[in-house]
């Protein structure tokens, strides 16, 4: 059964970068197109960045557009987003998992980023 385990949030001033990360168990973490969401108090969750089995394409909401950057590592199993330029409104807890709704796997406990002076 894969699982996955989000790390590297915390409290960071606007302005300010943080680097999240996606360990995934289990052998099909590279066969398949991956994804960070979020989700904020009281909000549904949104989709913010996509990234394809081999990197080579990737997507992101609007609202992140130019100041995030998703990556992965097949050989580590793990998922990035790097995240510079925070602004309050990023504050949610992250998390990831698989892009397609129909394969997606338990929600982890996800990662909180907290952005605020």
């Known amino acids: 059964q894969v699982q996955f385990v989000e790390s590297g949030g915390g409290l960071v001033q606007p302005g300010g970068s943080l680097r999240l990360s996606c360990a995934a168990s289990?052998?099909?973490?590279?066969?398949?197109?991956m994804a960070w969401y979020r989700q904020a108090p009281g909000k549904e969750r949104e989709l913010v960045a996509t990234?394809?089995?081999?990197?080579?394409?990737?997507t992101y909401a609007d609202s992140v557009k130019g100041r995030f950057t998703i990556s992965r590592d097949n050989a580590k199993n793990t998922l990035y987003l790097q995240m510079t330029n925070l602004k309050p409104e990023d504050s949610a807890v992250y998390y990831c998992?698989?892009?397609?709704?129909?394969?997606?796997?338990?929600w982890g406990q996800g990662t909180q980023v907290t952005v605020s002076s």
């Open positions: 990234i394809t089995t081999s990197g080579g394409t990737t």
């Open positions: 289990g052998s099909t973490f590279s066969i398949y197109t």
């Open positions: 998992n698989y892009r397609v709704v129909a394969i997606q796997r338990s």
